[in-house]
């Protein structure tokens, strides 16, 4: 299969979610909604667990991605993701990443297999989709 990537870095072709939407197998679905459950504290159904990747259809998207702006902004002016574009810093770009920061540190505390198929593909996304400005963590410049 050949990799895709969501507009602000995430790999869909390794996003449980698009994995079981591809295979078209509700026990798929349902292992996906519980540990999103016990991982993220998510309380979706198995039956929203589908996605055809950022760029596909909205009817084949994750509700909750419909809403990304990054998404929007990309679809829009018909580049393949953020790393295509040279508008730095991105507001649009930096909410839709910082959804992910910290994962990595998940790895620590959970079984290889778990991290492995339901937090790294949600992992690096500013390291695919560069320049992204990164978050102040309080402090500001003056």
């Known amino acids: 299969m050949t990799a895709r990537m969501s507009a602000c870095g995430v790999l869909c072709s390794e996003c449980p979610a698009f994995l ?23 309380d979706f159904g198995p039956d929203v667990i589908r996605c055809g990747g950022c760029f596909g259809p909205d009817d084949q998207l994750f509700h909750t991605s419909r809403r990304c702006a990054a998404r929007r902004c990309c679809r829009s002016r018909g580049l393949a993701s953020c790393a295509k574009c ?34 790294q593909p949600y992992c690096g996304a500013r390291r695919r989709v560069p320049n992204a400005p990164r978050p102040s963590r309080g402090r500001r410049e003056r």
């Open 20 to 42: 079981a939407h591809r295979a078209g197998d509700p026990a798929m679905r349902e292992r996906v909604a519980a540990a999103w459950h016990e991982l993220y504290g998510l």
């Open 86 to 119: 040279g508008d730095r810093p991105c507001a649009d770009l930096e909410k839709a990443q910082s959804v992910w920061d910290g994962l990595e540190e998940r790895a620590a505390t959970l079984p290889r297999s778990v991290f492995r198929e339901f937090v």
